[in-house]
């Protein structure tokens, strides 16, 4: 059976004192912002330690960046960067759902997974 301790770290925003935090944590959290100032450190040190990773950010531009540096790196090591998870995401997510229970409604038609796929934005 896993043990996890939950506990609340505070560290300076560099790569040698984020990289350290990602390596001893099995999931690391942020809520730092803007993420396209502060937030690639935490990013990277996960995907290179095959530390799990979540933030809150809502900058899509930010976000597509970190998936085009780091993708390769996190599937090599095992992580799973899941980032946009918050309130400020959820915009997107309902708007996504209700357009999913129309179709169902409207059409008598079942949907498929949703999936969101960020190559290029314009």
């Given at each position: 059976?896993?043990?996890?301790?939950?506990?609340?770290?505070?560290?300076?925003l560099?790569?040698?004192?984020?990289?350290?935090?990602?390596?001893k944590?099995?999931?690391?959290?942020?809520t730092v912002?803007?993420?396209?100032?502060?937030g690639?450190?935490?990013?990277?040190?996960?995907?290179?330690?095959?530390t799990h990773?979540i933030?809150?950010?809502?900058?899509?531009?930010?976000t597509?960046?970190?998936?085009?540096?780091?993708?390769?790196?996190?599937?090599?090591?095992?992580?799973?960067?899941?980032?946009?998870?918050?309130?400020?995401?959820a915009p997107?997510?309902?708007?996504?759902?209700?357009?999913?229970?129309?179709v169902?409604?409207?059409?008598?038609?079942?949907?498929?997974?949703?999936?969101?796929d960020?190559?290029?934005?314009?």
């Amino acid at each position: 059976m896993l043990t996890l301790m939950q506990e609340i770290e505070i560290c300076n925003l560099n790569n040698e004192e984020i990289s350290k935090l990602a390596k001893k944590t099995f999931c690391l959290i942020t809520t730092v912002g803007p993420y396209a100032l502060h937030g690639e450190y935490a990013f990277k040190a996960c995907a290179e330690a095959g530390t799990h990773y979540i933030d809150c950010t809502p900058e899509v531009p930010w976000t597509l960046e970190m998936i085009k540096k780091y993708e390769a790196t996190a599937k090599a090591s095992g992580a799973w960067m899941i980032p946009q998870c918050a309130m400020e995401s959820a915009p997107s997510d309902i708007l996504t759902w209700v357009v999913a229970e129309e179709v169902k409604s409207k059409f008598s038609s079942q949907v498929g997974d949703v999936v969101m796929d960020l190559h290029q934005l314009t």
